[in-house]
């Protein structure tokens, strides 16, 4: 099982562009989530989706959409992208079996440059 | 609103005990999770608290207080591999799955 992957490792983007990042997940996963990290700021969630064809906002939302069609992929994307979205990006999945506890299970990360 | 408190950086030496503790305070508690990051890496799960008192988990343990809001990884036989970053997370809501991660503690182990 290759987990959580993520496409592309890397990307610089000029103010403006768009672009879109994939996450891909081979466990069967219900639940899948997209987060940023900023130096010091820690993990914070972008937007996230409880299963095929849902996607519901993080804490940090705005700037980004999200989409959700088949159960294994989660795409984010970056309509106009801002030097404020440089950032590391990570994409991870949980089952959502319902236990109390659910253990998230994260992609290398995506670092994306904006110029 | 959610906040968790953790201290930013941590140095103890290859061999010894260390303590990273985690205060919060959130609108609803259902859990306290603790993650490994290691520079450039992913971060990956360390350990769980739903209950009061200590979880181990091979040279690992996790504490939680619930009536303290306060919960603490401990280290023990540290090597030099620990050295990472180490997140506390709370999941405050019910029939939810998020996490609320605090900022992170940048241990360092030193010879």
């Known amino acids: 099982n290759a987990g959580v992957t993520q496409t592309p490792k890397f990307r610089v983007l000029k103010t403006g562009q768009s672009m879109t990042l994939l996450c891909a997940q081979d466990m069967n996963h219900e639940y899948m989530y997209w987060y940023r990290q900023d130096p010091g700021m820690g993990l914070r969630l972008i937007h996230y989706?409880?299963?095929?064809?849902?996607?519901a906002k993080g804490e940090v939302p705005d700037g980004y959409n999200v989409s959700r069609l088949k159960k294994q992929n989660f795409l984010l994307g970056l309509e106009s992208a801002a030097p404020s979205q440089t950032s590391v990006y990570f994409c991870?999945?949980?089952?959502?079996?319902?236990?109390?506890?659910?253990?998230?299970?994260f992609g290398p990360g995506t670092r994306l440059l904006v110029l | 609103g959610q906040s968790l408190e953790q201290p930013s950086e941590v140095t103890a030496v290859e061999g010894a005990i260390v303590q990273i503790n985690c205060t919060y305070q959130?609108?609803?508690?259902?859990?306290l999770s603790w993650y490994q990051q290691h520079d450039g890496g992913a971060p990956t799960f360390l350990s769980y608290n739903a209950l009061d008192g200590l979880e181990e988990t091979g040279r690992f343990s996790s504490f939680l207080s619930r009536s303290d809001s306060y919960g603490y990884l401990l280290l023990q036989e540290l090597q030099m591999k620990d050295s990472a970053s180490y997140f506390c997370a709370v999941r405050p809501r019910p029939g939810s799955y998020q996490l609320t991660f605090g900022k992170g503690t940048k241990l360092s182990v030193i010879p």
């Open positions: 959130t609108s609803g508690f259902y859990g």
């Open positions: 989706s409880v299963g095929e064809g849902t996607t």
């Open positions: 991870a999945s949980s089952r959502g079996t319902g236990k109390f506890q659910e253990t998230q299970y």
